[in-house]
């Protein structure tokens, strides 16, 4: 019979326990005993769970306090020395200050930058880049794993250890000036030690992660599989090297042919691997196939999905394992959770997906059971109901679309000619200070948003309430010094979700919670149907944020992309005709602002870069419907407004010129971790429009002082022409506290001034410039 298992569950919990335990001991609340005890309750009634809901083997090792690629640095040993204070082994404080920073708000010690933070290949979800040194050393330090592992066999669960694999472990990490392959035979014997200490507690499977073997790998990375994976094998006990995320392809010969005893793939990503992958595959070998979809919440179409199932039963028998693609950190947790409605009987959050891959085996095993048969009409009728729904096509969203041309995406004058008018209309300094968007989400922010949605606040009420909290941001602004403003976004709960409930073709949840970055969770809406917008959504905030300052005000909103990549997307309908359909919704907002008088318009794409196609193949493609449906929503304005773009935490570099022709007169870009390394990209091309690489992490507590972001501005100037430089920190503030807040940007502002000095750049940039 085939076995049921999954790769990764939610870590979060249903009602998002662990990012409350975590807020809360960071805030010296709770102390470290505490903390661990909601961890291992979490623990507990996860694998639970997926043990109710018919799996065979349950994934340990997928938990994590804040990242699981951080957990995984810690138990190698690879710390970098500005986190280690003398102390034999790493704590958890150690784990948080690489996460956050070192401050006096968390692990004390002297001030630190937290670890580089970018997306999981082409996932929200973000991890801290590992950083090795020519002298890196690796040692077994952090025994979380194994504590885990005798926590669920104690609680008499059949387990399979989770680990990340040593060549995406190295691959995913930074090293300046070597190459960090070379520290592969450092790594290994680390690797045996884990193994060996595992096989030793009785673990029979251990899941070992390699998800760049879906990537275009160097010819040196693919033989040092070959020689990692031989020397693994000495380990005693049965190894499961997992892909997913994408098709083999190139790799696959190389996949089938490591000396594991099984190979993971993901048919939703790639279902063209199958059954190709049936005749590379050695007749020893478990294959586990990922065919319920790990990073969507639709469900499954069973009578599909058995017909590729049954042929691999057929070839593989007792060999065959059935999972989900990937990891289900990327869904909620419990569709239980919710409301009755019509649209929830199409979903299927994590729990409902073990439920899916249970059954799926049942009926491999037990085609003709009641129950089988029953379940699979039910599947069924769902699906038939949903394809049939109202809610799904709207011939005349789809009319506009196809009456969209060329000339929509195109701006009426160059940008030398824009800049020029643009200028002589907003009269700023050099250097202009700006921030990203949004302020302080306070408890009074939060508890006025949810008092409104319970009716205990009336719209009136909940207005006058936000317009003060508008007029507060603005007049912080105006005294700190900053040259252009922004109301603060206090209305908004979210960069996706406050427009995603005003487009016509979205639906909701109340707890489909997803763990972006360590406590830091999002709660995607879903696409259901053609999108629209029905009437504007921001111009009576922006408008009355504008009467409250003769400064520049930006008019704030996010961008197709972003609101296709953070959304649960359709799988009827491609990429592509949700971003245009979304692009054309956000364009008659920008047109509302413009003719409201808004001078300034930040059209937010953070997650531009994530929707690039892991192989570089399918890069052309993705990026001409990507450019054009931002072009598409901010082409239709006047020469003297001026178009800001917002992207952070993913690596810009090998893109930089697809971005320069979203033509956008302004970006604003994440580059303070990596200590402006985006500036390399800019050896070999010249950004022709203006850009603020940011000077300050917004994800970590600390405060650098002005010097700090000086030293990155100076590096900034030496790629960047100095005329067409800003200053700004690196992200959105909402999660950041007043205090700190203000102190940061007092610092940049104090940062841009010293500049300017330094530089003799007049007061007000010269319109001829």
């Known amino acids: 019979m085939a076995i049921a298992h999954n790769l990764g569950f939610p870590r979060i919990g249903r ?132 504590e885990e592992v005798d926590e669920a066999r104690a609680l008499g669960h059949r387990v399979k250890p989770v680990i990340l694999g040593p060549l995406s472990y190295l691959w995913l990490g ?144 007792e060999r065959l394992w059935v999972a989900p693609s990937c990891s289900l950190l990327h869904c909620p947790v419990d569709l239980r959770r919710e409301a009755p409605a019509e649209a929830n009987q199409w979903l299927a959050f994590a729990v409902q997906k073990c439920e899916e891959v249970a059954l799926l085996v049942r009926a491999l095993a037990q085609p003709d059971a009641a129950e089988v048969r029953q379940a699979l009409a039910d599947n069924r009728a769902v699906l038939q109901r949903r394809a049939s729904s109202r809610h799904i096509h709207k011939p005349e969203v789809q009319a506009r679309l196809a009456a969209v041309e060329p000339r929509h995406s195109e701006r009426a004058a160059p940008f030398a000619e824009r800049i020029a008018s643009q200028r002589e209309r907003l009269q700023l300094p050099a250097f202009p200070t700006t921030t990203i968007g949004s302020f302080p989400q306070t408890p009074a922010i939060r508890q006025a948003r949810q008092a409104h949605r319970q009716g ?39 960069m996706v979700e406050y427009f995603a409930e005003q487009i016509d073709g979205y639906a909701f949840t109340r707890f489909g919670w997803v763990q972006s970055y360590g406590s830091r969770c999002v709660k995607p809406a879903i696409i259901l149907g053609d999108l629209h917008r029905p009437r504007p959504m921001t111009l009576d905030w922006i408008g009355y944020a504008q009467t409250q300052t003769d400064k520049p005000l930006k008019g704030m909103l996010t961008g197709p992309v972003t609101m296709l990549m ?139 002082d002005s010097s700090e972001m000086l030293a990155l501005l100076e590096k900034a100037i030496e790629r960047i022409p100095a005329e067409r430089l800003w200053v700004n920190p690196d992200c959105g503030l909402k999660t950041r506290g007043w205090a700190e807040t203000e102190a940061a940007l007092a610092n940049m502002v104090s940062a841009a001034r010293q500049l300017r000095e330094r530089h003799g750049m007049a007061a007000v940039i010269p319109c001829d410039v």
Not at 252 to 269: K, S, T, Y
Not at 466 to 472: F, N, P, T, V
Not at 482 to 492: I, K, Q, T
């Open 15 to 146: 009602d998002r326990e662990l990012k409350k335990a975590l807020e809360t001991y960071w805030r010296g609340e709770i102390d470290e005993s505490e903390l661990r005890q909601t961890g291992a309750e979490l623990r507990a009634a996860h694998w639970q769970l997926q043990r109710d809901a018919g799996l065979d083997l349950l994934p340990v090792g997928d938990f994590a306090w804040y990242d699981g690629v951080l957990g995984h640095s810690l138990m190698v040993g690879a710390i970098p020395e500005r986190f280690r204070d003398g102390a034999a082994e790493p704590t958890l404080d150690t784990l948080f200050a690489m996460a956050r920073g070192v401050s006096s708000h968390c692990c004390g010690g002297p001030a630190g930058p937290a670890s580089e933070l970018t997306k999981w290949f082409d996932t929200n979800y973000h991890y801290l880049v590992p950083e090795f040194s020519l002298e890196q050393s690796f040692q077994l330090s952090w025994p979380q794993l194994f």
């Open 456 to 494: 205990r606040l009336s719209d009136v009420e909940y207005r006058d309430a936000m317009r003060g909290e508008i007029r507060h941001a603005v007049a912080r602004q105006e005294a700190l010094g900053l040259d252009v403003l922004v109301h603060g976004e206090a209305e908004r709960n979210d």
């Open 174 to 317: 930074k090293a300046q000036g070597f190459d960090k392959l070379e520290l592969l035979e450092r790594l290994l014997p680390v690797y045996g030690q884990i193994l060996d200490r595992l096989a030793g507690q009785g673990v029979e499977w251990v899941q070992l992660d390699e998800p760049i073997l879906a990537l275009d790998l160097p010819q040196a990375w693919k033989s040092a599989f070959e020689r990692a994976y031989h020397l693994l094998q000495r380990a005693p006990l049965k190894k499961l090297v997992a892909t997913y995320f994408g098709g083999l392809e190139d790799n696959l010969g190389l996949a089938a042919g490591l000396p594991v005893d099984g190979l993971h793939i993901d048919l939703v990503r790639a279902p063209e691997q199958f059954p190709q992958i049936l005749d590379w595959l050695p007749a020893y070998k478990v294959l586990s196939l990922g065919v319920v979809n790990g990073r969507n919440v639709w469900r499954c179409d069973l009578d599909k999905t058995l017909q590729v199932l049954s042929q691999a039963a057929e070839r593989l028998g």
């Open 566 to 704: 953070w959304s649960f997307p359709r799988e009827d309908v491609s990429a592509e005709q949700q971003a245009r359909q979304l692009a054309l919704a956000i364009r008659d907002e920008v047109q509302d602002l413009e003719a409201a008088g808004v001078s300034i318009i930040q059209i937010d794409e953070a997650a531009f870069r994530e929707g690039l196609p892991l192989r570089r193949a399918g890069w052309q493609v993705y990026l001409d419907w990507a450019v054009d449906a931002f072009r598409l929503c901010s082409a239709g304005v006047s020469n003297e407004t001026q178009i800001h773009t917002h992207m952070c935490y993913s690596e810009f570099n090998e893109i930089i010129e697809a971005i320069a022709t979203m033509d956008a007169d302004v970006i604003t870009i994440e580059t303070s971790r990596s200590q402006m390394e985006l500036l390399e990209a800019f050896r070999a091309f010249d950004y022709p429009n203006e850009i603020g690489p940011g000077v300050y992490d917004i994800h970590s507590p600390r405060v650098p």
